[in-house]
């Protein structure tokens, strides 16, 4: 059975005393669980259980923020099943910060009070859209003003989240040709907006839909509408997001430039490599990376990419990149046209490390291990994941862990060294108590002798 404890240390302490001890536990460190602290004493925690109803009718013993927490926690450390959120926060002054723990008295979940059928019960109650919706909410309406973010550049982009495909039970899931192995494949798309904020980056709008709905088609409103964007921002797209009519909107509607790489068989592609070979004005490439290729700038190709009305068409400036070793070219628009060659480039070679977040989150976070077939339990999973990847960025961006800014959480957990820290929990009933080693040291020599016995269990870990 799994218990849900209250904090109240000197009731346990009484009890204790008295010779009542269900169960005592030396305290790990994890750094997952210094993240969940950060998270609640800076005060982000909660936003989740303000922004994401709690649906519960009822077995509301367990603190909605710590069934959030719990579930959290176990993505961070890759625990990607139902069965391991009630375990997944190891460090009891964590617990002890979120006023509650829980306890293991049966050695199983058995009928415990966070049961996987109880959180099963819990999410189906919920729609996707619920789920994805909240985590929008949380990061635009809670996060960002609370941290005083507020990101000016922002990169958009798709990821394939593949399934079994010969598995049609995958609710809402759609039939597509994978870009990995370029056979049949089954699964989901994730449209995601990615705000820059210093080093790192924040993902700060989401969408969410079959395989076979196209890039643009599945962000089209999310671009037009994300309340992300401001007067004056940077949208930075790949070349499956090329839509006219959308850069069109995007300046016109909302101040907001477009940066976007053609393809080769565009006439505004064309004509801007035609127009910088002959121009013959090129420039070192700013990245020291790519020593072998030169930029050029064409200003004002907007006339050469019409939309179906082409009065409404801003205009564009181009910067053709020429690799010198294979003799290829790139051309990357954009609608500011104040930008030169080299502003072009720069700007869009933020874009690449998105590709690193979607390889993360799918390598190491698991963002395809779904455990259910159903759609909510899905979106649960996703939602869950996402929110830790969000809790590690905006631990790097504040005192507690700005030291790892610029760092992974793969990396860091190989090398995190876990070791026992200086705090025992003891348990008594449906409540627990942290103490220091000499509290217990106290507590031990004021004891009976079967009290002592449980004690002298933990201090022989030590």
């Not at 346990?12 to 993240?35: F, M, N, Q, T, W």
């Not at 929008?136 to 394939?160: E, G, K, M, R, Y």
């Not at 064409?298 to 053709?320: F, I, K, Q, R």
Request: net charge positive; with cysteine; charged share 25%.
């Amino acid at each position: 059975m799994i218990k849900a404890c209250r904090q109240n240390k000197e009731s346990v302490l009484a009890k204790v005393r008295a010779g009542k001890l269900d169960s005592a536990a030396l305290s790990i460190s994890s750094l997952v669980d210094e993240i969940i602290l950060s998270m609640h004493t800076s005060g982000i925690l909660k936003f989740l259980s303000t922004n994401i109803q709690d649906k519960r009718a009822d077995n509301t013993v367990i603190p909605y923020d710590l069934v959030w927490a719990s579930a959290i926690a176990a993505k961070m450390k890759v625990r990607t099943s139902l069965t391991d959120i009630p375990y997944a926060i190891s460090d009891h002054r964590t617990l002890a910060k979120l006023g509650y723990t829980l306890i293991e008295t049966e050695g199983k979940l058995g009928a415990g009070l966070m049961r996987e059928g109880s959180l099963r019960a819990l999410l189906g109650k919920y729609q996707a859209e619920d789920l994805f919706n909240g985590y929008n909410s949380v990061v635009q309406n809670q996060v960002f003003p609370h941290l005083n973010l507020a990101p000016n550049i922002h990169i958009l982009d798709c990821t394939d989240l593949e399934v079994n495909f010969k598995n049609k039970h995958y609710e809402q899931s759609g039939v597509s040709v994978s870009k990995r192995t370029n056979s049949p494949c089954r699964g989901y798309k994730l449209a995601t907006i990615r705000g820059i904020v210093g080093d790192t980056g924040i993902i700060e709008d989401i969408r969410f839909g079959p395989i076979n709905v196209h890039d643009i088609s599945l962000s089209e409103r999310m671009i037009k509408h994300s309340p992300v964007f401001r007067s004056g921002d940077i949208l930075i797209n790949d070349r499956g997001f090329i839509s006219r009519p959308v850069m069109n909107y995007l300046k016109r509607k909302r101040n907001v430039d477009t940066y976007v790489p053609l393809r080769n068989n565009m006439d505004a592609y064309r004509l801007a490599v035609e127009c910088a070979i002959q121009n013959n004005d090129w420039s070192k490439h700013p990245n020291p990376k790519r020593s072998q290729q030169r930029i050029s700038l064409v200003p004002h190709v907007g006339p050469y990419w019409e939309s179906a009305c082409p009065s409404t068409d801003v205009d564009l400036n181009a910067c053709v990149v020429w690799d010198m070793e294979n003799g290829q070219y790139s051309v990357f628009v954009t609608t500011d046209t104040s930008k030169l060659a080299r502003d072009i480039i720069k700007i869009y070679e933020l874009r690449p490390e998105i590709e690193e977040d979607y390889r993360q989150l799918k390598d190491f976070w698991k963002i395809e291990d779904f455990k259910s077939t159903k759609i909510n339990m899905i979106a649960f999973h996703i939602v869950c994941v996402l929110f830790g990847y969000l809790f590690f960025q905006l631990y790097t961006m504040l005192p507690d862990g700005e030291k790892l800014a610029g760092k992974s959480l793969p990396v860091l957990l190989k090398v995190y060294d876990a070791k026992p820290q200086s705090f025992v929990v003891l348990y008594t009933d449906y409540e627990f108590g942290v103490i220091t080693l000499l509290d217990m040291m106290e507590l031990y020599s004021a004891c009976g002798q079967v009290v002592r016995e449980k004690i002298r269990a933990v201090m022989e870990k030590i």
